[in-house]
């Protein structure tokens, strides 16, 4: 059984700093692309970072300098490090992946940025 846990966020103050976690169990992350998305309330799901099956990395523009996504195949584990948080970045962030024509979620986490 695949499953995508989420741990970190939290609430902090504008220009501080969270990072988010997001560990896989039933499927190796290694190789494959993982998305990390937001959704705030009222807005659509916005894709924040990718970590693609080479490595390569991409981001949306509002958080390209800010936002870090990085994968550590030992502990099965991809991570996105935010900087210099702001209130716009308030959401809830899941991370994805799709596997065999199945697309898996972890549980959700809130940031919460206050101004």
């Known amino acids: 059984q695949v499953q995508l846990v989420q741990s970190g966020g939290g609430l902090v103050q504008a220009g501080g700093s969270l990072s988010l976690s997001c560990t896989a169990s039933?499927?190796?992350?290694?190789?494959?692309?993982i998305y990390w998305y937001r959704q705030a309330p009222g807005k659509q799901r916005e894709l924040v970072a990718t970590?693609?099956?080479?490595?390569?990395?991409n981001y949306a523009d509002s958080v390209k300098g800010r936002f870090t996504i990085s994968r550590d195949n030992a502990k099965n584990t991809v991570s996105l490090q935010m900087n210099s948080l702001k209130p716009e970045d308030t959401a809830v962030y899941l991370c994805?992946?799709?596997?065999?024509?199945?697309?898996?979620w972890g549980q959700g986490t809130q940031v919460t940025v206050s101004s």
């Open positions: 994805n992946t799709i596997s065999g024509g199945s697309a898996y």
């Open positions: 970590i693609n099956r080479d490595g390569s990395r």
């Open positions: 039933g499927i190796a992350l290694t190789f494959r692309t």
